[in-house]
């Protein structure tokens, strides 16, 4: 890993975002815990995206007046364990669901053929390159031919631990949504076009985890299908690969480091009619962050013909009968706040806070997205040693802490406690001095302008509130 990323990492760790799963033990194959900062922001990644799924309406402009204004986008949580039958149907326990590898004959570690012979990260689905194998990168030994490995986490179901009785830890949480199409369209009586949205884990045997939080064997994904009528979804698509590109750039991730890539044929995803990659440029390279897919038929036709029920949509105007085509958007809640994080990590050489006099000090900020940012309010007491200043303070921190997530602190110096602030991305300060004995009224300072106002406590709520509609 590079600098940039061992940075990052180690602010991490150091402020409370990522842990190493059981670190005591000596930590646990490329499993990541998500400490008090960390599931805070997780939580706004998961809300942000929940909100523009279930809760925007289509703009005309968007739609080129073609496609119906309603925009239905309703939730589902479905099971993480499933009927085995689903991934049969599914083509998930079939080589599609692989990683390949090659294995050093000398050394026997074993690596993605694609990674070490060079170009784009594969998916995990099995597509990649071919191209013939180099030597060993470790001991420069010779490698084997690529062996495929399914990546289905296998477990057991009841007490018996028989064939009959396993099952697998689902690997993609659409499957729970495909299970479930007909349920959702009766009971919440919709019609084509619309969605279902679900945020939930995932797991994957993956043979070769790394790079931090990029590539790990449990991980959240937040995925939309939606159901459309097979000739509009050429367009369809289209429409949510723009959504999803302004998604992250509203969400402050730079253009030039997002870029939508066309997935060939031979590479996609065994279910993928067309799958378009949303790729961020991590300080590691280019890497996937999303895939926008056609699935097709492929799914409700693979789980009508594996359970015998019918899961065709009947239109009541044409009285037609047919399999939707899904155009499905799925993101990985790790990844994206990786590339949030990663976007987000700023040094700063010379200092940029107002009393930092040691000019050569890097000063890190953390330039989150307010929406994204798990700290919106610091509370500072100016001074630590002035009773009356640190009550107001607390009294403060207890207006503000049912409305915001907030932090209360008053160790080291002024100067200090704002970088601590910046390093987390803390949106606001408010700090009480020794005119708000006076006057009632605390400084707020803006962490990306570093301005100061002064506000009246009564107002802080509401002041502070209003940037965040
Ligand atoms: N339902 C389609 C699907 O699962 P995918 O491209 O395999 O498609 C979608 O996965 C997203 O899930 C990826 O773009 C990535 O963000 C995330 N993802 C997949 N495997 C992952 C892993 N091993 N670790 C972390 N995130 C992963």
């Not at 040693?385 to 209360?408: G, R, S, T």
Request: hydrophobic share 35%; proline share 4%; aromatic share 12%.
């Amino acid at each position: 890993m590079g600098n940039l990323i061992s940075n990052i990492v180690s602010l991490a760790k150091r402020r409370g975002f990522i842990f190493p799963s059981s670190e005591i033990y000596g930590g646990f194959g490329s499993c990541y815990d998500f400490g008090p900062l960390g599931v805070e922001m997780k939580n706004n990644i998961k809300k942000a995206w929940w909100d523009e799924m279930t809760r925007q309406t289509f703009s005309s402009k968007n739609l080129g007046g073609q496609i119906e204004e309603q925009r239905n986008i309703v939730g589902l949580d479905a099971a993480i364990l499933m009927s085995p039958k689903v991934w049969q149907a599914s083509g998930h326990l079939t080589a599609g669901f692989a990683d390949e590898l090659v294995e050093c004959k000398k050394c026997h570690k074993r690596f993605r053929q694609d990674e070490i012979v060079g170009g784009r990260p594969p998916n995990i689905f099995g597509r990649g390159r071919t191209s013939a194998p180099v030597a060993c990168p470790e001991c420069k030994g010779e490698l084997s031919r690529p062996r495929k490995f399914n990546l289905m986490m296998k477990t057991f179901v009841g007490p018996v631990e028989d064939e009959a009785s396993q099952t697998y830890l689902r690997a993609e949480t659409c499957q729970g949504i495909y299970l479930n199409f007909k349920n959702v369209l009766q009971t919440m009586r919709l019609k084509i076009p619309f969605g279902i949205a679900q945020i939930g884990k995932a797991f994957r045997n993956e043979i070769t985890p790394g790079n931090f939080i990029f590539r790990t064997r449990e991980f959240e994904q937040m995925e939309m299908q939606w159901f459309c009528h097979p000739t509009s979804a050429d367009d369809w698509f289209e429409f949510w690969l723009k959504e999803r590109l302004n998604w992250y750039y509203n969400l402050g991730i730079k253009k030039e480091n997002l870029r939508a890539v066309e997935v060939p044929e031979k590479e996609r995803a065994h279910y993928a009619k067309r799958q378009v990659d949303i790729e961020y440029k991590f300080p590691l390279g280019w890497k996937e962050i999303e895939g926008v897919h056609n699935r097709g038929e492929w799914d409700l036709y693979n789980h009508a013909k594996y359970s015998g029920e019918d899961l065709k949509y009947s239109s009541a105007g044409s009285g037609q009968a047919y399999y939707p085509y899904i155009i499905e958007t799925s993101v990985g809640v790790d990844r994206s706040l990786f590339a949030f994080l990663c976007q987000a990590y700023t040094e700063v050489r010379g200092g940029r806070t107002e009393t930092t006099k040691a000019v050569k000090e890097v000063e890190i900020l953390l330039k989150l997205d307010k929406r994204i940012a798990p700290v919106k309010v610091a509370v500072l007491p100016l001074v630590k040693n002035k009773p009356d200043i640190v009550n107001k303070a607390k009294e403060v921190y207890q207006l503000l802490k049912p409305h915001f997530v907030c932090q209360y602190d008053e160790l080291g110096s002024i100067g200090r406690r704002y970088r601590r602030g910046d390093e987390i991305g803390v949106v606001f300060s408010v700090t009480c001095d020794f005119q708000t004995l006076k006057d009632n009224t605390v400084t707020v300072r803006n962490r990306d302008t570093m301005k100061q106002e002064r506000v009246v406590i009564s107002d802080i709520v509401g002041n502070i509130g209003h940037t965040f509609l």
